[in-house]
């Protein structure tokens, strides 16, 4: 099966690709495209899948660059492919032609960031942790330090999970209430004491707030579609054992 790659006109033509679980060597739960070397997937189809990525994306493997995600907000600029031990981080820039810049989820957003005139991109990974905790803003910051203008940044946030499928319990809401009571209108919905997050939204009303270019969701919810998907929340539901990893990447 090939590879299944969504794009955004937005960030066109760089090369670009939200790539779905379709066409990969994984089996099992892990069918398909899994990337995630921190799944219990076998590593020999981890390896394979994202070798196919990066002959997707125009390159070799080792310039196929993605950091050790931890749901924070630190951001690592690349300016060569890396070695040894993967930094802790969950973002990444560079200027530096050639390389492709991936981040992996399985829910959270995955948030691609270009300057077509300065040269400059990057790629972020943002659940409500590293989202609140400022890795959008962080990024267009590193990205700026490399000569980006936020003025003509644009970013797009791929498949991610949907507010009909998020539903979490008043001490989630109250975080998010007490940092701005204006946040109360990402939640909605839900049954007893629960609500559901607006993930999304909350993810484009701080780009937006950042003052970059355009913000835009590619669409597609992670959880409701489990052919295309791999989705953490609804494995959890579903009692499985463990969960793959989506990719997305971008490269100048």
């Known amino acids: ?26 089996s099992g739960l892990f069918e398909g495209l899994n990337c995630g070397f921190g799944s219990s997937d076998q590593a020999e189809a981890v390896t394979m899948n994202r070798a196919r990525v990066a002959e997707a994306m125009g390159t070799a493997p080792p310039h196929l660059v993605t950091v050790h995600q931890t749901h924070s907000a630190d951001v690592v600029v690349v300016d060569a492919p890396l070695s040894g031990p993967r930094p802790e981080a969950d973002a990444l820039v560079t200027a530096t032609p050639g390389l492709v810049l991936s981040v992996l989820t399985a829910d959270c957003q995955p948030v691609l960031f270009a300057d077509h005139e300065g040269g400059v991109i990057g790629a972020a990974h943002a659940g409500w942790k590293g989202a609140r905790d400022g890795v959008l803003e962080a990024t267009v910051d590193a990205m700026e330090a490399l000569g980006a203008a936020r003025d003509r940044i644009v970013a797009v946030i791929g498949p991610s999970i949907s507010q009909r499928a998020y539903e979490v319990g008043p001490e989630f809401v109250e975080r998010f209430l007490d940092d701005d009571p204006e946040n109360g209108r990402f939640f909605a919905g839900g049954t007893g004491d629960r609500t559901q997050f607006d993930l999304i939204g909350y993810g484009l009303t701080r780009l937006r707030a950042a003052g970059i270019a355009e913000a835009e969701w590619i669409g597609h919810c992670t959880y409701s579609d489990p052919a295309r998907f791999f989705s953490y929340r609804r494995a959890t539901h579903e009692g499985e054992a463990d969960y793959g990893r989506l990719i997305s990447a971008i490269r100048l």
């Open 1 to 26: 099966m090939t590879l299944e790659i969504l794009t955004s006109d937005r960030l066109s033509p760089l090369t670009h690709g939200f790539f779905t679980r379709k066409g990969g060597a994984s």
